[in-house]
């Protein structure tokens, strides 16, 4: 969730959901992309780098989005699944965390990734050959702007990018162009919406609702997922299908409750303490009874409820 | 939803769920179910009968109802399979609608039905007689009195029973008494904390939580779902494992936003309007526009979220 920054730079890495790891940023905003809220960001720095990233740069945020991508990887992408010879955009790859598993599950496919950062696109491109793939290919370009000719991909990819977009379907549309007809779509949200805990408690909710809070004043949409299907429809595209992903925790599933309720969600919550405390989204005490609330819901009589969402669609 | 009825009568038909028909019921209540807050109820009459069933008996009940049970089997009931031969209690079977499904599916296993109400299973055993099924039978019983002999039954099945309950965690030890060791105990809930809409209004919001405090004015637990795995943990039950069903519409899918969002959800909400007035949870104009935004979230543009549980434990 950075601010300030262009569509593929605002949608780079650390993200709140997948991201592996994150690194400031440096180009410019686009004008549809620019930013309203300076005030909601952590630093302030220069706009135009990606510093002010909702949830920071710390050790414990690269090491929560590196629990988190391993955790949700078989539920986001099992089906994620291109023919032989297809030519696939990733849009927004960023340290190349999908893109990995992309090109892992899908071998015969040749992967185009792209992204606005040269410095992320390095680390990507490290990351896929230290595992062994060659089907991908590395370019620089930004989201509204893309070097490729009309039609000119068989399927378009991507992941935890519209969240952080103003005009979301601008976005939608613009990667339309360069989907061959009969091509298809394939755009996975989160929705802090769809958060819920037992016990339930209203402080928990509330210091939650700081996160949707944020990324509103940031220009983005944490309830995003929820709004992939009408998104798809507006930009034109057809026979869209979406599909819930809830992550479902209790004390039967510790690898959950470590690797997504605590080291993911709670982490992600717990990052925008000093944004949401210093913008009076809620007060300190209100807020710590929520956090202690969450990490009580991870214990043995406690449940954990997040939804993601993953949509399909055709031009 | 009903009231001031034992917990068989407080579970019975018409429920918020998967109930196809209601009416009062005539029997005494449970001490341990007994009902705090009779002021809740839409009805003014004797406490021990389930006229105070908080969702009413209208005809739109009934048909809301019907509606529901239609929508929900194969995504609640698919995986509700029992080996031929086996012996299945189900508790709280009301007039027959989930004994149907439960009989149509497993038509090797023997199933004995029970339910408080006699008028009930009079209903029930008509349904199922009409459907042709020969492997059920009715009994009158009630859940913390059950007439069966330790170690009777190989399954136990009950849905939309525990959320009507003060203490679930009594009635599910009452059905371990019954269940031999090895066999497993299915229970189906809701959780209307897990409903969302798009577009997401407070308004919309604050109408269902009228529901959810009615609810737990009367004793019961909208928000049950969610606490399935502790609940059965706690009962005793080993190996638990919770699986959540999700409801997800948008336009693509013009049954469920008129099954389900319309003619069972926002029904269901719609239904407690006089109670959530008069005891004034809520007022007049959020009511309605709250309503309103639900009616727009089916439109071609919303979508529509609510999840059940579905929990299997061993004995």
Known sequence: MPCGADPLVRAGRPRPALRSQGRPRTRAPAPQEQVDAPLTCRYTGDLTTAAQYVHGYSAREAERLADQAGTLAGLLHHDTVYPPGSLVLECGCGTGAQTEILASRNPGARIV?????????????????????????????????????????DHVFLCFVLEHLKVPAAALQALKRVLRRGGTITAIEGDHGSWYCHP?????????QCLV???A???????????????????????????PRMV????????????????????????????????????ARTWEKGIADMYRATGPDGTFCYTFFKGVAAR
Chains 1, 2 share one sequence.
């Open 113 to 153: 990734s792209v992204d606005i950062s040269e410095e992320s696109l390095e680390q990507a491109r490290a990351r896929v050959e230290a595992a062994g793939h060659r089907n991908v290919e590395f370019r620089t370009a930004n989201l509204f702007d893309l070097p490729f000719d009309d039609d000119r991909f």
């Open 248 to 283: 479902y925790v209790d004390n039967s599933r510790p690898d959950l409750v470590e690797g997504f309720s605590k080291n993911t969600f709670i982490a992600m919550v717990e990052g925008v303490r000093d944004q949401a405390l210093s913008l009076g989204l809620i007060d």
């Open 200 to 208: 339930h408690t209203e402080e928990a909710s509330r210091a939650v």
């Open 213 to 215: 809070d944020l990324q």
């Open 217 to 243: 004043r940031l220009g983005g949409d944490a309830l995003v997922g929820r709004r992939l299907y009408p998104l798809l429809a507006q930009a034109g595209f057809r026979d869209a299908r979406v599909s």
